[in-house]
């Protein structure tokens, strides 16, 4: 079998398509969305990330302001700074970029955030709806995952889902998402004793564990869905996947490439949480509603 391709870049534009749309009708109530994204420290890998997440923003027509901040910044300023943020009614979306150099706490930051402007959906509050319901934010790179699944047409309810990887960014919201989807699912990690098997009975496999080609094709059954969160730098410079892609494919039914699958998706699914966000002030908005698109 010669797997499908996923397309991120495809379904990514689908979607920014109709955000577009949604961007150019809020512009008649006289809202524009806006996120502000904080980078702390001169990490070279985060702050491409940061910049892309900017561009994309303007791509639509939303505002993006990018603040980068140095490592020396203490956890006291860099809560300060964020509640400036929190106070600007022109921002809707606040994103401060992880990991945090040392010495900084990560989630003392994201607490700091109002909730309805985390469009990580990191917050306790946001990350409590997810678990217990729905939550008005789902985290981004997982949510990507959720919607190519839904734009391919592939069933959830009833597969075995196998994620590989425990992080609070992708593993566990990544498994409350598909079991609300309706799937049996099974969170692997370092400690998991014979992972190849717990892959061979996955009809969705999810990997994300930041390990480059470390899933390999005879641990896929024949058919599976691989989805592969891993963006991985080798040492010639090339990006490649958590799953090594030539022999998975031969095996999988359908796959996402690294670069090209998942990561446009989750910038992507940042852009359409804090659109929400910014639609969430419309007088007639509930606010902290759950998400239809
Ligand atoms: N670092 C890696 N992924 C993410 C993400 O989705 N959000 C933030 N804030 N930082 C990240």
Sequence with gaps: MTAKIIDGKVI???????????????????????????????????QVYVRNKAKA??????????????????????TAFVETLNARPEIHGILVQLPLPKGLDDRAVIEAIAAEKDVDGFHYANMGAL???????PPCTPYGVM???EYEGITIEGKHAVIIGRSNIVGKP????????GATVTVCHSKTQDLPAFCRSADILVAAVG???????H????????????????????LCGD???????????????????????????????????????????????????
Excluded at 211 to 217: H, K, L, T
């Design 12 to 46: 990514s534009d689908f979607f920014r398509a109709e955000y577009k749309r949604r961007v150019d009708r809020l512009a008649s109530s006289g809202i524009r969305p806006g996120l502000a994204v904080v980078i702390v420290g001169d990490d070279p890998a985060s």
């Design 57 to 78: 923003c303007e791509s639509i027509g939303m505002y993006s302001e990018v603040h980068p901040l140095p490592s020396t910044t203490s956890q006291a300023a860099l």
């Design 131 to 137: 678990v217990i319901d729905e939550s008005p934010y």
């Design 147 to 149: 919607k190519m699944l």
């Design 174 to 181: 990544q498994a409350m998402l598909l079991l609300k989807a």
């Design 211 to 217: 390990r480059p080609n470390f899933v390999e094709g």
């Design 219 to 238: 641990w896929i059954k024949p058919g599976a869905v691989v989805i592969d969160v891993g963006i991985n730098r080798l040492p010639d410079g090339k």
């Design 243 to 293: 799953v090594d892609y030539h022999s998975a494919a031969e095996v999988a039914s359908a796959i996402t490439p690294v670069p090209g699958g998942v990561g446009p998706m989750t910038i992507t699914m940042l852009l359409g949480n804090t659109l929400h966000a910014a639609e969430a002030t419309l007088p007639n908005a509930v606010g902290m509603e759950t998400r239809l698109a």
